[in-house]
Every structure is written in structure tokens, then in C-alpha cells.
């Protein structure tokens, strides 16, 4: 087995770090879901609404 060139990431690094990322994503999701739920229920379109408006469309997500 060869040494991966310095900028390259193994294998075992590759799927750390897209783990990591993709519990980043559902955290930072889960909150903004809960900062939209804060006042009163809400209906899933209600919610991607909120958190469209709260990161000012920068974040969209199938509901």
C-alpha cells in the first residue's frame, strides 16, 4: 500500500470527515428547527419557510 501525496486524504480520513460534516449539518438543522418551533407549532412548510427567512436563503433542505 503507497503513502497518499501530502493534500490527499485516506480513505478511513475521507469517511471521518464526511461523518463529521454530515452530523455538522443535522445539528445546525436540528437547532434552526427548534428556534422555529420556539413560539407555537408550525407545519413543515411553515418551518422551511422560518429557516429559510432566519439564514436568509442560504440553507434549503427537502421536507
Known amino acids: 500500500m503507497s503513502e497518499p501525496e501530502p493534500h490527499e486524504l ?4 475521507a469517511v471521518t470527515a464526511n461523518s463529521w460534516a454530515q452530523t455538522h449539518k443535522k445539528t445546525a438543522l436540528m ?3 427548534l428556534l422555529a418551533l420556539h413560539e407555537a407549532p408550525a407545519w413543515s412548510s411553515t418551518i422551511k419557510s422560518a429557516i429559510a ?10 421536507v
Open 10 to 13: 485516506t480513505a478511513y480520513e
Open 31 to 33: 437547532k434552526l428547527i
Open 53 to 62: 427567512e432566519m439564514t436568509g436563503g442560504n440553507l434549503q433542505f427537502d
